[in-house]
């Protein structure tokens, strides 16, 4: 992406259309003198319809070209209003929480952070060695399999005082927009890798992500995250 990423730094998973394992979103017409693409309509059509979808289906497919546009278009959507509590208003950080049905709820944040350089972070994030340097909310992180149609799939733990520990099991998807900002999106998934432990409660996340945008300020980098 930039110098700035180190040779330990990840590759990103970009979406190649002549390369693209996803599922019937993007493909090739048939072989000819010269390639061309073929363009096909999102597999989910808007966030009702990917919510409204089996999980035990999604819990087997990677994540999907739209899943980007999904966690996107909730990074745009107004942060109070339309049955959204902005619950933390502060100019360095700000969350929106709102109530989808019974036991679930959708967390947005958005963070700034003055100085703080955008691929460096998103190092930080990606590796789960790295990670488990800073993030002490999980341990045992670990990558249990490699491109799975252009996913990873990952396991940590989240051990709580005084209740059952909390494990997961997730797809993790990385994008590169055109305007610079990498994306990454995480979903349940299932994996004969990573079975369900009976000492543990197998979280199911519907969607969680991150975006990562870098702007500068008077030359310095400002990174924002959501």
Same mark, same amino acid.
């Given at each position: 992406i ?8 990840p ?16 493909t090739?017409?048939?072989?000819t ?13 808007d ?6 979808? =089996? ?6 497919? *990677?994540i999907?070209c739209?899943?980007?546009e ?6 745009r959507?107004?942060?109070d ?5 902005? %619950? ?19 967390l ?5 952070f003055?100085?703080? =350089? ?9 590796e ?8 002490? /909310?999980?341990? /045992? %992180? ?8 252009? %996913?990873?799939?990952?396991y %940590?733990?989240?051990?709580? *005082?005084?209740?059952? *520990?909390? =494990?997961f099991?997730q797809?993790?998807r ?13 979903r349940?998934a299932?994996? *004969? /890798?990573a ?19 870098e702007?500068?300020?008077n ?8």
């Amino acid at each position: 992406i930039s110098r700035a990423l180190t040779p330990l730094s990840p590759v990103l998973i970009l979406d190649d259309p002549l390369t693209d394992k996803d599922l019937g979103e993007e493909t090739l017409a048939a072989p000819t003198t010269m390639q061309r693409r073929v363009l096909k309509k999102p597999f989910f059509k808007d966030w009702n319809d990917f919510m409204d979808f =089996d999980d035990a289906i999604k819990h087997k497919m *990677p994540i999907t070209c739209s899943e980007f546009e999904l966690l996107l278009e909730k990074e745009r959507e107004t942060k109070d209003g339309a049955g959204w509590d902005l %619950c933390v208003d502060r100019k360095d950080i700000k969350v929106s929480k709102i109530m989808f049905g019974p036991g679930l709820i959708c967390l947005r944040a958005w963070a700034t952070f003055p100085g703080v =350089d955008m691929n460096t972070t998103f190092h930080m994030f990606y590796e789960v060695e790295e990670r488990g340097k800073w993030d002490k /909310n999980f341990n /045992n %992180c670990r990558v249990v399999a490699k491109d799975v149609q252009g %996913c990873d799939l990952v396991y %940590c733990l989240m051990k709580i *005082p005084t209740v059952t *520990p909390r =494990d997961f099991l997730q797809y993790r998807r990385v994008r590169l927009n055109d305007d610079g900002s990498i994306c990454i999106v995480l979903r349940s998934a299932e994996h *004969p /890798n990573a079975p369900e432990d009976h000492r543990y409660i197998r979280v199911d996340n519907k969607i969680s992500g991150y975006v990562f945008r870098e702007t500068y300020v008077n030359g310095q980098p400002v990174m924002q995250l959501f």
